[in-house]
């Protein structure tokens, strides 16, 4: 989704805020701008439609050179992905980039050009810029002027302001759009995610709910929601940037793929002991948290929201607690009538996602026990609002169609179910230890399953020239089957859906034909023969077969039928080893059609507007 960079320094900062935006590309979005404040004394943009190397090329034709500037990524909202629509946008002599979607823009330009403004885009974004100059004119000062204009704005907003008349400073808001300024020596930045300034710095202070901050050379001030002045602690990272090239991979995702086995294995570090979960992973006031439990509410969206549909039928089949799921769009707007003793779990990659933020926010209004972050970045907002965390531990995800955070989620909700049956005393006898035995022998059985990646690499072919596909699975593979079909279609663009296979005769059967390969997850388990009877169904109306089944599921290659045998896994496990073939195969679908694998068109990594 969009990306903001700042910065005010003294050295020319064009090149920093170009290399902001190539670190944030992983985001998604369809244009992208800079305005610098020049050396001559003038405000300057360029922007282009389509990639960030495009505005580059753009800027080597015609430099731009200074030591105040902004720059921005957008994914369109209001408007077409063109230049006209592209930040920054200009009011006066002041440029504003921004994140996130403001609500009442329709009456805000309606006032605004009334006033005389004239508008030169589609965007939400432009209302703000023009807003800030009638302020600027009336107020005087920028600090003050972005101050009272965000009393004015409804919706979201991460915002980045400079101005021509006052160059010597950057301003900026948050609210429910992340920011974080980058501390520098005699410079400093600003950005929408720290990742963009780790060229330059390695300690940050982020931006929290309301917060106003101006941005000088040597000072940073920050005003919170209530217009005190405040200090936010600065965080320092000495991680070392984690390594965002591809390595000996033609993609990030299947880079991302490759590295399940490694990122399994941090996400147990710690967390395990001989053969119990430690319950306190999930912070001090777990035990006793987790002891009061009697229900579960999960709430998440996309990839995150089918590692909590897989979740609920561990948490019902090995814990015994009673569990419900929803995705973060739908559960935030309904009127939800809240169990006692009911916590509240969300799941997210980014820790930033909009609706699921949202939903967090309502649900502390409800009544919830408490709340709990499965969630992969330390430093979001969903996990500093949450009463508890878990964070899954699979590194920087690039690759906008989620793999490695969702695996690494599976063992995270694992987990979580272990501790509250251990806590509450539900867990059926020797349980808790054999599954802790299974998960330490998972990431070599990952292992195992990515090996079987030209295996998956042939199967792609049958793809190649279809355009719709079936998936199905039964149980905690039925999930599986969703994401699998999420994964086709979002990096394909064929379609795809998902069913449980039950369901096939009760509808989905009517599409299957030789012309719609169906693809399924064979387990051996209890459901095993149940499944292979829907797969005579498939079989019976011409349907072609591909099967990922357990090498003890006694099923092989027949005609129009394509199996590929899967290293046998403890059930309970399963759906995390079935994902990893169904990611490989819609990546070497997507190679052969020859899609943006990393970026696929429409999409962004983090969503973070409704
Ligand atoms: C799909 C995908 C999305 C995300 C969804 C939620 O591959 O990545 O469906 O899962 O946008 O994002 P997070 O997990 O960051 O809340």
């Given at each position: 989704?969009?990306?903001?960079?700042?910065?005010?320094?003294?050295?020319?900062?064009?090149?920093?805020?170009?290399?902001?935006?190539?670190?944030?590309?992983?985001?998604?979005?369809?244009?992208?701008?800079?305005?610098?404040?020049?050396?001559?004394?003038?405000?300057?943009?360029?922007?282009?439609?389509?990639?960030?190397?495009?505005?580059?090329?753009?800027?080597?034709?015609?430099?731009?050179?200074?030591?105040?500037?902004?720059?921005?990524?957008?994914?369109?909202?209001?408007?077409?992905?063109?230049?006209?629509?592209?930040?920054?946008?200009?009011?006066?002599?002041?440029?504003?980039?921004?994140?996130?979607?403001?609500?009442?823009?329709?009456?805000?330009?309606?006032?605004?050009?009334?006033?005389?403004?004239?508008?030169?885009?589609?965007?939400?974004?432009?209302?703000?810029?023009?807003?800030?100059?009638?302020?600027?004119?009336?107020?005087?000062?920028?600090?003050?002027?972005?101050?009272?204009?965000?009393?004015?704005?409804?919706?979201?907003?991460?915002?980045?302001?400079?101005?021509?008349?006052?160059?010597?400073?950057?301003?900026?808001?948050?609210?429910?759009?992340?920011?974080?300024?980058?501390?520098?020596?005699?410079?400093?930045?600003?950005?929408?995610?720290?990742?963009?300034?780790?060229?330059?710095?390695?300690?940050?202070?982020?931006?929290?709910?309301?917060?106003?901050?101006?941005?000088?050379?040597?000072?940073?001030?920050?005003?919170?929601?209530?217009?005190?002045?405040?200090?936010?602690?600065?965080?320092?990272?000495?991680?070392?940037?984690?390594?965002?090239?591809?390595?000996?991979?033609?993609?990030?995702?299947?880079?991302?793929?490759?590295?399940?086995?490694?990122?399994?294995?941090?996400?147990?570090?710690?967390?395990?002991?001989?053969?119990?979960?430690?319950?306190?992973?999930?912070?001090?006031?777990?035990?006793?948290?987790?002891?009061?439990?009697?229900?579960?509410?999960?709430?998440?969206?996309?990839?995150?929201?089918?590692?909590?549909?897989?979740?609920?039928?561990?948490?019902?089949?090995?814990?015994?607690?009673?569990?419900?799921?929803?995705?973060?769009?739908?559960?935030?707007?309904?009127?939800?009538?809240?169990?006692?003793?009911?916590?509240?779990?969300?799941?997210?990659?980014?820790?930033?996602?909009?609706?699921?933020?949202?939903?967090?926010?309502?649900?502390?209004?409800?009544?919830?026990?408490?709340?709990?972050?499965?969630?992969?970045?330390?430093?979001?907002?969903?996990?500093?609002?949450?009463?508890?965390?878990?964070?899954?531990?699979?590194?920087?995800?690039?690759?906008?169609?989620?793999?490695?955070?969702?695996?690494?989620?599976?063992?995270?909700?694992?987990?979580?179910?272990?501790?509250?049956?251990?806590?509450?005393?539900?867990?059926?006898?020797?349980?808790?230890?054999?599954?802790?035995?299974?998960?330490?022998?998972l990431p070599s059985r990952l292992g195992e399953a990515l090996a079987m990646d030209s295996t998956v690499e042939k199967i792609a072919?049958?793809?190649?020239?279809?355009?719709?596909?079936?998936?199905?699975?039964?149980?905690?593979?039925?999930?599986?089957?969703?994401?699998?079909?999420?994964?086709?279609?979002?990096?394909?663009?064929?379609?795809?859906?998902?069913?449980?296979?039950?369901?096939?005769?009760?509808?989905?059967?009517?599409?299957?034909?030789?012309?719609?390969?169906?693809?399924?997850?064979?387990?051996?388990?209890?459901?095993?023969?149940?499944?292979?009877?829907?797969?005579?169904?498939?079989?019976?109306?011409?349907?072609?077969?591909?099967?990922?089944?357990?090498?003890?599921?006694?099923?092989?290659?027949?005609?129009?039928?394509?199996?590929?045998?899967?290293?046998?896994?403890?059930?309970?496990?399963?759906?995390?080893?079935?994902?990893?073939?169904?990611?490989?195969?819609?990546?070497?679908?997507?190679?052969?059609?020859?899609?943006?694998?990393?970026?696929?068109?429409?999409?962004?990594?983090?969503?973070?507007?409704?």
């Amino acid at each position: 989704m969009c990306g903001i960079v700042g910065a005010v320094a003294e050295r020319n900062i064009t090149a920093i805020l170009l290399e902001g935006l190539k670190r944030l590309e992983y985001r998604g979005y369809d244009s992208a701008g800079v305005a610098i404040f020049t050396n001559g004394g003038t405000l300057e943009r360029t922007r282009r439609p389509g990639k960030v190397s495009e505005l580059e090329q753009a800027l080597e034709n015609e430099p731009l050179a200074g030591r105040l500037g902004i720059a921005h990524t957008r994914w369109a909202t209001h408007g077409a992905p063109c230049e006209r629509n592209a930040h920054p946008h200009f009011a006066g002599d002041l440029a504003v980039v921004h994140n996130g979607i403001i609500e009442n823009h329709e009456t805000l330009r309606a006032q605004l050009k009334d006033l005389g403004y004239v508008f030169t885009s589609d965007t939400d974004t432009e209302v703000i810029a023009h807003l800030l100059e009638h302020k600027l004119k009336e107020l005087g000062d920028l600090t003050v002027a972005l101050k009272a204009t965000v009393k004015e704005l409804h919706g979201a907003y991460g915002l980045a302001v400079i101005s021509a008349q006052q160059p010597d400073r950057l301003v900026a808001a948050r609210s429910g759009s992340p920011l974080v300024i980058g501390l520098g020596m005699g410079e400093n930045f600003l950005a929408s995610d720290q990742l963009a300034l780790r060229q330059v710095t390695d300690r940050f202070v982020y931006l929290e709910e309301g917060d106003i901050a101006e941005i000088r050379r040597e000072s940073v001030q920050i005003w919170d929601v209530d217009g005190q002045a405040v200090e936010r602690e600065s965080v320092q990272y000495r991680d070392g940037a984690e390594a965002a090239d591809k390595g000996e991979f033609r993609h990030y995702m299947l880079k991302e793929i490759h590295e399940q086995p490694a990122v399994v294995q941090r996400t147990l570090e710690g967390r395990l002991s001989q053969n119990q979960v430690l319950v306190q992973a999930f912070g001090p006031q777990a035990a006793e948290l987790f002891a009061k439990v009697r229900n579960v509410q999960i709430v998440a969206c996309g990839t995150s929201y089918h590692a909590g549909m897989v979740a609920r039928y561990w948490l019902e089949e090995l814990a015994g607690i009673p569990c419900q799921v929803e995705v973060a769009s739908e559960f935030r707007y309904r009127k939800v009538v809240v169990q006692a003793d009911t916590l509240f779990v969300t799941i997210s990659q980014s820790g930033e996602t909009a609706d699921t933020l949202a939903a967090l926010r309502n649900a502390k209004e409800l009544g919830y026990l408490a709340s709990l972050a499965i969630c992969n970045v330390g430093i979001s907002s969903l996990v500093r609002e949450s009463d508890l965390t878990l964070l899954t531990q699979a590194g920087r995800e690039i690759g906008v169609a989620s793999t490695k955070a969702f695996t690494t989620q599976l063992v995270g909700l694992l987990l979580l179910t272990l501790s509250l049956g251990q806590v509450r005393g539900t867990l059926a006898s020797g349980v808790e230890a054999t599954l802790v035995e299974e998960l330490r022998r998972l990431p070599s059985r990952l292992g195992e399953a990515l090996a079987m990646d030209s295996t998956v690499e042939k199967i792609a072919e049958l793809f190649a020239e279809k355009n719709h596909t079936l998936f199905l699975g039964r149980g905690a593979q039925f999930p599986v089957a969703m994401e699998g079909a999420l994964k086709l279609k979002e990096i394909s663009y064929i379609h795809a859906e998902a069913y449980p296979a039950g369901e096939l005769k009760h509808g989905p059967l009517a599409l299957v034909d030789n012309d719609m390969p169906v693809v399924t997850v064979a387990p051996n388990n209890e459901l095993l023969e149940k499944l292979k009877s829907n797969l005579q169904e498939v079989r019976a109306r011409g349907g072609e077969l591909i099967v990922f089944a357990d090498e003890q599921a006694g099923m092989t290659n027949g005609e129009g039928t394509h199996v590929v045998q899967m290293p046998h896994i403890h059930d309970i496990l399963s759906p995390i080893l079935y994902t990893i073939p169904l990611q490989l195969l819609s990546y070497y679908v997507a190679v052969l059609k020859g899609t943006d694998v990393d970026q696929p068109r429409n999409l962004a990594k983090s969503v973070t507007v409704e």
